[in-house]
């Protein structure tokens, strides 16, 4: 079959690789009818993460038609169309039992990105994502074998196609996580670091929930005006801002947002020392968002972390954090647990995630779409790719 390799830093490639099959009784074989480059793809296509070997398959955002399934699969059958989680969760451990999905103490081999373990296991496994998550084969190929398959695969009815759908792999429960974990509510205030994908889902999560001010903080011009456009979002241009957070202090009255999601990540841009340190890998990640986050937020209000952060953090100022009463929320998706309710959202129409997407291309282009998202060329938001 065909798949988006790893070969090393920047350079991705669709190569002929090895057809996947069945392993165990509780997994299915899909073909993939459509995937996407997620936004922390690129820290992979930029060589930031450890664990990534050169052969390894990218992707994590995925959908298609089973094709196969193994004898243990008790509600999913051959010509089944299912969106994918992005984490693979048995369902039957502590963390899986308590709804932490993204917990899974059962499925990841690798030993995670946790410094200080202790000896604690990993969290769940995830596609495509190194092999600190268990070196799993991702979804930008033609075919996938998908672990767990009576854990979390979601059967989509006929009349969604695939687009409006597929961002329930990803992107759309992680907007929408980070909006319950802030704790958005009708006349909420809330800032936004970050108009990427994450952002963008966010922004359309808080607006359903019925928040009155959103404020979006980004540097490129056609993402702030995507999101003007879209969520009726104040936005700020931190490149002509020089401290957005005093900014957004200075329209909330002199207290700041109720609630800040940090949907940027361990790669913000902003604090050339920053990046000169996690360069020479002296830190683990760029605390230029999160300390916008606590600056903007008001007291006693919460600080909703999406983004992938990993290490120790320079400058992460958690005195001012415990002067202000914050509560941070953070972690990976539990994507199982919001797919049901989120997929409804979508048949009714109150969500459109696909009018995120703003080009499509074919699988045997995916190093070019790798390229566009990287770089922002041609205004570039979303690629989704078809095998």
């Given at each position: 079959?065909?798949?988006?390799?790893?070969?090393?830093?920047?350079?991705?490639?669709?190569?002929?690789?090895?057809?996947?099959?069945?392993?165990?009784?509780?997994d299915i074989?899909?073909?993939?009818?459509?995937?996407?480059?997620?936004?922390?793809?690129?820290?992979?296509?930029?060589?930031?993460?450890?664990?990534?070997?050169?052969?390894?398959?990218?992707g994590?955002e995925?959908?298609g038609v089973?094709?196969?399934?193994?004898?243990?699969?008790?509600?999913?059958?051959?010509?089944?169309?299912?969106?994918?989680?992005?984490?693979?969760?048995?369902?039957?451990?502590?963390?899986?039992?308590?709804?932490?999905?993204?917990?899974?103490?059962?499925?990841n081999?690798?030993?995670?990105?946790?410094?200080?373990?202790?000896?604690?296991?990993?969290?769940?496994?995830?596609f495509?994502?190194?092999?600190?998550?268990?070196g799993y084969?991702?979804?930008q190929a033609e075919?996938?074998?998908?672990?767990?398959?009576?854990?979390?695969?979601?059967?989509?009815?006929?009349?969604?196609?695939?687009?409006?759908?597929?961002f329930?792999?990803d992107?759309?429960p992680?907007?929408?996580?980070a909006?319950?974990?802030a704790?958005?509510?009708?006349?909420?205030?809330?800032?936004?670091?970050?108009?990427?994908?994450?952002?963008?889902?966010a922004?359309?999560?808080?607006?359903?929930?019925?928040?009155?001010?959103?404020?979006?903080?980004d540097?490129?011009?056609?993402?702030?005006?995507?999101?003007?456009?879209?969520?009726?979002?104040?936005?700020?241009?931190?490149?002509?801002?020089d401290?957005?957070?005093?900014?957004?202090i200075?329209?909330?009255?002199?207290?700041g947002?109720?609630a800040s999601?940090?949907?940027?990540g361990?790669?913000?841009?902003?604090?050339?020392?920053?990046?000169?340190?996690?360069?020479?890998?002296?830190?683990?990640?760029?605390?230029v968002?999160?300390?916008q986050?606590?600056?903007?937020?008001?007291?006693?209000?919460?600080?909703s972390?999406?983004g992938?952060?990993?290490?120790?953090?320079?400058?992460f100022?958690?005195?001012?954090?415990?002067?202000k009463?914050?509560?941070?929320?953070?972690?990976?998706t539990?994507?199982?647990?919001y797919?049901p309710?989120l997929?409804?959202?979508v048949?009714?129409?109150?969500?459109?995630p696909?009018?995120l997407?703003?080009?499509?291309?074919?699988?045997?282009?995916?190093?070019?779409?790798?390229?566009?998202?990287?770089?922002?060329i041609?205004?570039?938001?979303?690629v989704?790719l078809?095998p």
């Amino acid at each position: 079959m065909q798949a988006l390799v790893w070969h090393g830093k920047n350079d991705v490639r669709v190569d002929h690789v090895q057809d996947p099959i069945l392993q165990h009784d509780d997994d299915i074989l899909i073909r993939v009818t459509a995937t996407a480059i997620c936004g922390s793809d690129l820290h992979l296509y930029r060589g930031k993460v450890p664990g990534l070997e050169s052969g390894d398959i990218l992707g994590h955002e995925f959908m298609g038609v089973i094709e196969d399934a193994g004898a243990g699969v008790t509600d999913l059958r051959r010509g089944d169309r299912v969106v994918v989680p992005f984490t693979i969760s048995c369902g039957d451990c502590f963390f899986c039992d308590h709804d932490l999905y993204a917990a899974c103490e059962t499925t990841n081999p690798g030993r995670g990105a946790i410094m200080n373990a202790k000896g604690v296991k990993s969290g769940a496994g995830m596609f495509g994502y190194t092999h600190l998550y268990g070196g799993y084969e991702g979804g930008q190929a033609e075919y996938v074998r998908v672990p767990k398959a009576n854990t979390g695969p979601i059967r989509i009815p006929d009349g969604l196609d695939d687009e409006r759908v597929l961002f329930l792999s990803d992107i759309l429960p992680t907007g929408y996580q980070a909006v319950l974990n802030a704790e958005v509510r009708p006349g909420s205030t809330v800032a936004i670091f970050g108009a990427g994908p994450v952002g963008c889902m966010a922004a359309a999560c808080a607006r359903l929930q019925g928040a009155a001010r959103i404020f979006v903080v980004d540097h490129h011009a056609f993402r702030l005006q995507y999101v003007r456009q879209h969520y009726d979002a104040e936005t700020i241009d931190f490149d002509q801002v020089d401290d957005p957070a005093e900014w957004i202090i200075e329209q909330t009255g002199g207290r700041g947002v109720d609630a800040s999601i940090e949907a940027v990540g361990f790669e913000a841009k902003g604090s050339a020392i920053e990046t000169a340190l996690t360069t020479m890998k002296l830190e683990g990640s760029s605390g230029v968002a999160l300390r916008q986050a606590i600056a903007a937020t008001r007291r006693g209000g919460t600080v909703s972390v999406a983004g992938v952060y990993a290490g120790f953090i320079h400058g992460f100022l958690f005195g001012d954090a415990f002067e202000k009463g914050l509560t941070f929320r953070m972690g990976q998706t539990h994507v199982q647990k919001y797919l049901p309710e989120l997929l409804a959202l979508v048949a009714e129409g109150r969500l459109q995630p696909e009018e995120l997407i703003s080009h499509r291309l074919p699988l045997a282009e995916a190093a070019r779409g790798y390229a566009m998202f990287d770089e922002k060329i041609d205004q570039c938001r979303k690629v989704v790719l078809r095998p």
